[in-house]
């Protein structure tokens, strides 16, 4: 009886063969799930890069589409050629209309050029301000200029540039906004036999978009950043304001008009790198149409 409970617990016990046999068997099992595991995070952080990368080049391009769409358009005015006020970039500005820290002379008052672009390789910054943060512009990239109107203007814009219009004429004006003009002050030359019509006050907006070596507080990441026209108790400057982090690389050409078209068609291109994995990079573009005036290079 003994004998027979004795080789039944033999016969369902594990030997030592076996035992090391499935604790090898556990130990391969775990390296495989741990390597699988490694695998997984490291695709899911290459694919969280990639997303990234896309929706900051898409930010960017977004950015610069809205603007030059709108650039050239200055209130009621139907032409550019009738502001009063407007100067040649480069060309010393009126006095009245002078921008405190200007990075350029009539940066801000060329409007019969809403948009201009320079293309420059490794010679000097095109710009007498220096590039954000750190002063170090990226050689090789494009700087845009945009210039436009808003519709919004209110008693917080005070000390800003400002556009005056009607439809048939219209000046840039710097000084206390929210001021309706009487109708025998109004802008342009208006028939005698029609009611002359209340001018439209519009915020002046003009950007200098360009690419910089760094981004705040990070050195050798390179941003999108731009010189933007303010206003303030002191009158109207440029400030400069960082857009989108690692954005390396922005190109802008002339493409023909489409057929049956009176605007231009701007390209505007993108090189992004990522903010996770420098050796990760993606370069888009997009057509823009423009609906308001031409684009010119800045020469």
Not at 51 to 60: D, G, I, N, V, Y
Not at 222 to 249: M, N
Request: proline share 6%; hydrophobic share 40%; aromatic share 4%.
């Amino acid at each position: 009886m003994n004998q027979r409970l004795l080789g039944n617990k033999r016969a369902t016990g594990m030997s030592l063969i076996e035992l090391l046999a499935a604790v090898a068997m556990a130990g391969l099992l775990l390296v495989a799930a741990t390597q699988w595991l490694h695998l997984a995070s490291r695709t899911a952080r290459e694919l969280q890069a990639a997303l990234e990368l896309q929706e900051q080049t898409r930010a960017a391009l977004d950015l610069l589409e809205t603007e030059v769409r709108q650039s050239g358009a200055y209130g009621l005015l139907s032409s550019r050629t009738t502001l009063e006020g407007s100067s040649l970039l480069g060309t010393t500005e009126t006095s009245s209309l002078a921008v405190g820290g200007r990075c350029i002379p009539s940066l801000a008052q060329d409007l019969g050029h809403p948009v201009q672009w320079k293309t420059w390789a490794t010679g000097a910054w095109p710009l007498l301000c220096t590039a954000g943060p750190d002063g170090r512009a990226m050689p090789g990239s494009d700087l845009l200029l945009t210039r436009r109107a808003t519709a919004a203007l209110t008693a917080e814009d005070a000390g800003a540039l400002w556009v005056e219009s009607t439809p048939v004429a219209g000046r840039l004006r710097n000084g206390i906004v929210g001021v309706v003009l009487q109708p025998a002050m109004a802008v342009g030359v208006i028939p005698s036999a029609t009611t002359p019509p209340t001018p439209m006050q519009t915020l002046l907006v003009v950007n200098a978009f360009y690419v910089s070596r760094d981004s705040t507080g990070v050195r050798n990441q390179p941003s999108l950043r731009r010189k933007q026209l303010v206003g303030g108790t002191s009158g109207p400057r440029f400030e400069d304001e960082e857009l989108v982090p690692g954005i390396e690389r922005l190109a802008v050409s002339v493409l023909p008009s489409p057929t049956g078209s009176s605007g231009r068609l701007l390209l505007l291109a993108v090189t992004s790198r990522s903010l996770r994995n420098a050796a990760l990079k993606r370069t888009a573009q997009r057509m823009v149409l423009l609906r308001n005036g031409t684009a010119s290079p800045w020469n």
